[in-house]
């Protein structure tokens, strides 16, 4: 069963962004998944790896709607990206040194910062992509 259920309530009503969340989603209950069952290190760090990357590509996707539209948000959304990114860095760096027990609380800090996140400052932006057309 997954640990975080994707359904409407999170819809910025942007296929392409809602896919991206989706996807987002189930790479974190990946992780966990991996972690419940004790997968080696070298698949937790792949996991891991490849939500650092998919994240990055997913902020420049909104990033790119933003900057595009001219969404009056855009700093302060942008803002939340860098220190989401650094965060995650800092979690992964610890991982690569070897410290194990990190990736519970990147688990944690994922789905909590992405619940807020979307529910908060994503849905702000979803009737003013719809109006620019993007849906």
Sequence with gaps: MPLFKWDQSYS????EIDLQHQKLVSMINELNEAMK??????IIGKIVNGLVTYT????KTEEKYFDRFGYSETDSHKKE???FTKKVSEFKESFEKGNLLI???VVNFLIKWLREHIKGV????SQFFNEKGLK
Excluded: I, L, P
């Design 37 to 42: 069952q004790r997968r080696g290190r070298d």
């Design 103 to 105: 990736t519970v609380e």
């Design 56 to 59: 990055e590509t997913h902020f």
């Design 122 to 125: 994503d849905k702000r932006y």
């Design 12 to 15: 910025v009503n942007v296929v």
């Design 81 to 83: 990206h860098v220190a």
